[in-house]
Every structure is written in C-alpha cells, then in structure tokens.
RNA sequence: GGCUCGAUAGCUCAGUUGGUAGAGCAGGGGACUGAAAAUCCCCGUGUCAGUGGUUCGAUUCCACUUCGAGCCA
C-alpha cells in the first residue's frame, strides 16, 4: 500500500514552511486540505503560500475556486483523491497538508459521499420554516426521519438538524443509514498522519503576530477588492479575518477592534482544531518549537 | 498634608441585613460525515488588598497600613 504523508495542526502552526521543506527532501507533492485557500483572490487572509515560499514544489487544491462558488468536502475527497493518484503515478509522494479535520478525515477514513448536489431551493425552504415556526419544527421534522442521528444533534444546531432534513430529500436515506454506508470501503492508502502543535501560549503570540502581519501585508484591501469582484460568497466569507473586515468596512467595529476581534476568533479556532485533531490516536505528534529538520527526522522515522 | 470614594476570578463589575461569593467577557474542555476558518455543547475556589480589633464566626462592621481615582489646600 502506498504511503500517503498527513501533516495537520492548528492554524499558524507552521505547517506550510515544515510540509515543503518535507517535500524537497522526499521528493514529494502537496495537497492542501484547507477549506479557505482553496479560493482564488484570497490569499493574504488565508495566509496561502505564495510561490516564492513553495519553492519549486507543486501544490493541489490551492488558489482553484472562485469565491463566488460553493465547494464541500463531497468534492474535496474526489479531487484529493485524485490528486493523490497523480502524484504516485509520477513516483512521488503526496503529503497531505492543512487545517481543515474534516477534509483531513474524508481521506484517511476512505468516506464515501454519495453524487448529490446541493438543493437550495429546498435549503430555502427549510430556512423559511426555522424563520416562521422556529428551530424547533424543523427539528421535530427531523425526528420523524431520523431518530437515532437527531440523539447527537443539539436542538440549537440549526446546520445539523437541516443537513439531516436535506440528506432524506436528497437519497431517501437517514443520516444514520448514510454515515453507515460511508465507511464500508477499505482506506485506500496507507496514511500516516503528523500533527504540530505548540504549547499554548506561543501559539497564541504567533496568531497574534501573523494576523498583524495580515494586516500589514493589505488585508484589507484584499477584502475591498473581491467585495469589488464578486457578488456573492456562499462560503467563503465564513473565512476568518474576511468577515471582521467586512463588519469594519461597514462601520460595526475600529480598526482596532476589527484586529482584536480577528485575533481572538483565531485563537478559538486553533482551539477547536486541536480538539479535532487530538480524536485521532494514531498520530504523531510533533513539537512546533523545535528544530525543522529533527521534526523531519521524525516524520522520516514515522513512515519507515 | 486633609477629605471623599474605591480595592472581590486574567479583565469589567455585582453581592454577602456577619455563616468563606457570582455574572459578562477572556480562558479551558468537548462534539463534529456534503456550509467545517462553519455550527453546536459543557466548565466559575478566588489569601473577597494587608494587619489588627469586635464577634461563637469577618470578605461583610471598626481602626490602621498600602495602592488607585477624585476633590480641597
């Protein structure tokens, strides 16, 4: 089975700079799992590597969506997959790298996803229904489908209760007959997945510092202009540091608040995405302060 | 120098008619299968500034000390 080198961590945690000094020395590729950078024209915010910092390395799933448009893990784990085939074919070694867990998982959990797109009109729908007679309807609706599924769900989870609405429109399945068939074919590959991470409080001064830089570097300007290109974003001002700048732009906070407000969102971000991350007990954990070149020792030991 | 007000959780503050205390924010933990940088759940012990006094008992009352804010000299 071929190997198939994961590298996850928190947002700031030097992912990016580790990942492709990795690949000179392996003779690999990237595929980023990151559910921001996938969006062309937002680079600054994302903090997407430009290509000087790639270094000659090819990267996928990188700066190919337009903001416009929508994209989910269904499509993630097609074009990864993809991706991945590619780079063995060339004799190479994919490394998977990036933050979002959930499209980490869709990969080393070989999930299946069935060929269905999206309804708005009946997302629409379901949205008038929690606007008129509250959440609470939708979520008795949601009951009646699936009972088992709707044990797990908050009653205030207003995208979990819709998501099992919309699977039993979509395929006539529950969600709980659904996650059941999505795992029955065998991982592909043999996937060796590392996470970084540093002790908190560091972490957090280097959010903290990156999003300054952000800022420095036009963030700003970048959110003035795809305002200026676009004129819907499905999606992609769920990004963080997109929508604070929005919300300034539009007067609700100070400059400075906006900052504050985009560091502390950060902050809690990186939080959750440790808490996805520490889920999976196969792996390995590497020390972020540390010298680069011992955390590759590591990686190079860990999928020998 | 005198007077007044304040000093309680990391921050802003509430409160205890004397029986060792609680909100918001911050922070921590967790969940997560088609929006996921999203969405959602749970978590509050801190010499109640210090020292003495009164009291069965003081964070609460009294005195002094320290620090801060304001006013008067």
Redesign the pocket.
Known sequence: MEKVIVICGP?ASGKTALSIELAKQINGEIISA????IYKDMNI????PTQEEMQGIKHYLLDFISPDK??????YKKDAKKAIKEIISKGKTPIIVG?????V??LI?E????????DEEY?NELEKIANKDGLEKLYEMAEKIDREAMT?I?K?????I??VL??YKA?GKT?TQ???E??KKPVEYDYKVFAINWE?GKL?ERINLRVDIMIEQGLIQEVNDILQKYDKF??AM????YKEVVDYLNGKYTKQEMIDKIK??????A??????F??NKQTVWLDGSKDRQNNINIILEGIN
């Open positions: 947002t990151d559910s921001m950078q915010g994302t903090a997407k929508r994209y989910s893990v269904a499509e933050g979002t867990g959930l499209y998982d869709s959990y999930i299946e996803y069935q060929d269905i797109k999206l997302r797990k908050s205030k989870d207003k995208k979990r819709m998501r919309e699977i395929t969600k659904q996650e059941a999505s795992r908190r957090y499905p999606t769920q990004g963080l540091g502390m969102e950060t902050r809690r971000y939080k959750r995405q440790l808490t996805w520490r889920k």
